[in-house]
């Protein structure tokens, strides 16, 4: 289900069952002359999407604009990069009005800047303004001091659970690292080229890999549509034992 498509019933229903609430955290940005701008967002969500077909999910609208960063092309490369106390700020209103809406099993997936799970500035946008929207969540709704209250008697005890407050809201990347180190992972090169062919084919031209030179692009030569079966294979795996 997509949830600008679905209605407050729908909405209810999936709170009552804790269907899981999947938000893409995309980018914008440049991958060289023979890959597409929304890279990084087409992979997760066309990742997310298949899981759709075989996985009760919520599909939120992606978030496409965000801390891109100018570390591959410069401001004139086409990347749109936002400031990450700006972007935080952002995500933090997203995430109340999620909160508030009883949302309680939301994920964020990305597939930017995400090698062996490292956290990098976008990333850690996510997990900051996740947090901070939980615990001023709950400190609106049950008060100062909740974490002390006898309510919470159990809460080491339901660590990482669905009772756990900081549980609502996971952030988890596209690959886990196991995943990268059987396939690889790159940017636009041969690995990330060829995962974009299996989910979106017209993204990728491999015939324009000679209008700029860039080390990075250069093994996108032997990107191939039956490597990235494999990397989606993968990573549906994945994606299927961490989204519950």
């Not at 209810?12 to 023979?34: F, M, S, W």
């Not at 990450?84 to 109340?96: H, P, R, S, T």
Request: proline fraction near 4%; charge should be negative.
């Amino acid at each position: 289900m997509e949830l600008n498509m679905i209605f407050p019933r729908e909405i209810n229903e999936g709170q009552k069952k804790r269907t899981p609430l999947v938000i893409v955290g995309g980018t914008v940005e440049y991958h060289g002359p023979h890959c597409s701008y929304g890279c990084d967002t087409l992979v997760a969500e066309g990742l997310v999407k298949k899981l759709a077909e075989k996985k009760d999910i919520i599909i939120a609208p992606s978030i496409a604009y965000s801390p891109s960063s100018w570390a591959v092309g410069d401001s004139a490369s086409g990347t749109v990069h936002i400031e990450e106390d700006v972007f935080e700020a952002y995500l933090y209103g997203i995430f109340m009005s999620l909160l508030s809406a009883g949302n309680r099993n939301i994920y964020v997936v990305i597939h930017h800047q995400f090698e062996q799970e490292s956290l990098m500035p976008m990333t850690l946008s996510y997990m900051k303004a996740a947090k901070r929207a939980t615990m001023r969540y709950l400190e609106k709704t049950q008060g100062e001091g909740w974490w002390g209250s006898e309510n919470y008697a159990a809460y080491y005890e339901n660590l990482g659970g669905g009772d756990d407050p900081f549980s609502w809201i996971k952030v988890i990347p596209t690959m886990s690292a196991e995943v990268q180190n059987a396939t690889g992972y790159d940017h636009a090169g041969k690995y990330e080229c060829s995962i974009l062919m299996s989910l979106y084919p017209e993204a990728v031209q491999l015939d324009r890999i000679d209008d700029i030179k860039h080390w990075f692009t250069e093994s996108a030569r032997e990107a191939n549509k039956e490597l990235g079966d494999e990397m989606v294979r993968r990573s549906l795996e994945w994606l299927d034992n961490a989204i519950q």
